[in-house]
């Protein structure tokens, strides 16, 4: 063989092996960025409020998780900056080791009561919460059992874990009832999202917590867009059903209603003991900073002084419902202020979503694998302190855009 074509194929080998050849040939967000379509990372330059700067230029923000409207409130700011005073800005170790402050431990009993469990344990991020729980929880001849839609950190916590992990189709009671009956001589944990941050529907946990218990499995709610939002005060999923003594464990994320940044699991004391002595994501990460922890406390003290807060957020939620139907929009199967409307294919979302920035009107895109194939929607989402006149310049901006691209008639 030539000489010449034994080296090329030795240096073509070498190539391959280099770990960062995926990312030399990852060339598709580049692409919507050459094309003007790329709505990923966008720079804002203001509070997340009804009305953000972006490029300088004002815009109406509906892709906020900021339902309450709370991460500007004066009384939330005043907080993190009392506690930064006091505290200083960050706590240098976990919580296992010197990272556990007072305020940490009255933000896990003043959430315990909030939530109506006997204990709450802290994390740094939300994210950490599913990712530490979870694999604590579930050993190597354990189940976890999923539902298809749940958000990433969940998938996550499970990867992390020893157990098997099962998938049941989205909010399907039946196949739920098939991986129980399969796996029914297995210690269980089934873990579902509150509300499912895609397309804002509500899991079925009346028949859930009935399946669990003809199973004998436990369960979890990840309760990230439902706290302040669902419940007649605002505790939530299983608040809304009526059922806050039958779900097991109940976790919540502070980068929504509670204005900051971290989350929380409740439960048993002796669960949470359990979590707090087990989860890796807690033990080995720095401890949430004083200043978030406090803004939370100031937050669960809002909702629960300020309810026509919440009044205000599903006023708004079914005038945008009623408002996109109307229109002929497809929503899916939106019960709460997560609002999508449902475009097709992938590239028409990101051409829509660029429209309506240059509309005024700031709005994430989903594309899959977050969606389906095909099912591509532009999220949109709102809070208790948009006004009519936002509202009516959003639906005016939608139509507009929407028949432009033939979405509707």
């Not at 309450?68 to 004066?74: Q, S």
């Not at 005043?78 to 506690?83: G, N, S, T, V």
């Not at 218990?213 to 608040?239: C, F, P």
């Not at 994430?364 to 591509?376: K, Y």
């Amino acid at each position: 063989m030539d000489s010449r074509l034994v080296q090329d194929s030795e240096m073509a080998v070498k190539k391959s092996t280099d770990i960062f050849d995926k990312c030399f040939r990852f060339d598709k967000a580049k692409s919507l960025i050459s094309h003007g379509l790329y709505p990923y990372f966008r720079v804002i330059e203001s509070a997340q409020d009804p009305e953000i700067i972006m490029n300088g230029r004002k815009m109406i923000m509906v892709g906020s998780n900021n339902y309450l409207g709370l991460t500007n409130h004066p009384k939330v700011k005043e907080a993190a900056i009392e506690a930064i005073k006091k505290y200083g800005t960050g706590c240098a170790g976990s919580r296992f080791l010197n990272g556990t402050l007072d305020i940490h431990v009255k933000l896990e009993e003043k959430l315990a009561g909030f939530i109506r469990k006997e204990a709450a344990l802290i994390f740094s991020t939300g994210f950490q919460v599913n990712l530490g729980v979870i694999s604590a929880l579930v050993g190597k001849d354990d189940v976890v059992i999923i539902d298809k839609m749940d958000h990433a950190s969940i998938i996550d916590g499970c990867r992390l874990s020893f157990g098997e992990v099962k998938k049941f189709k989205h909010n399907d009671m039946a196949d739920l009832e098939r991986l129980l009956t399969e796996y029914e001589d297995k210690d269980k944990l089934i873990v579902v999202d509150g509300v499912f941050s895609m397309e804002g529907d509500i899991a079925n946990l009346p028949e859930i917590v009935a399946l669990a218990k003809k199973y004998g499995a436990r369960t979890m709610v990840d309760d990230a867009h439902s706290i302040g939002v669902l419940g007649k005060t605002g505790r939530g999923t299983a608040e809304h059903f009526g059922l806050e003594d039958e779900v097991d464990l109940i976790m919540g994320t502070y980068s929504k209603s509670l204005a900051s940044i971290g989350g929380f699991i409740s439960g048993s004391a002796d669960v949470i003991h359990y979590i707090k002595h087990s989860a890796r994501s807690l033990i080995f990460s720095a401890s949430p900073p004083p200043a978030s922890v406090a803004s939370v406390s100031a937050a669960v003290d809002i909702i629960e002084n300020e309810p026509e807060r919440r009044e205000t957020l599903w006023k708004n939620t079914r005038k945008m419902l009623k408002g996109f139907k109307d229109l002929g929009f497809e929503v899916g199967p939106s019960q709460t202020p997560i609002i999508p409307i449902v475009v097709g294919e992938d590239e028409k979302a990101f051409i829509m979503a660029m429209m309506l920035q240059e509309e005024g009107v700031f709005a994430n895109v989903a594309v899959s694998p977050a969606v389906p194939n095909g099912r591509a929607l532009i999220r949109t989402s709102y809070m208790a302190t948009h006004t009519d006149e936002h509202l009516d310049i959003v639906l005016k901006a939608f139509e507009k855009v929407g028949r432009k691209l033939g979405i509707i008639g």
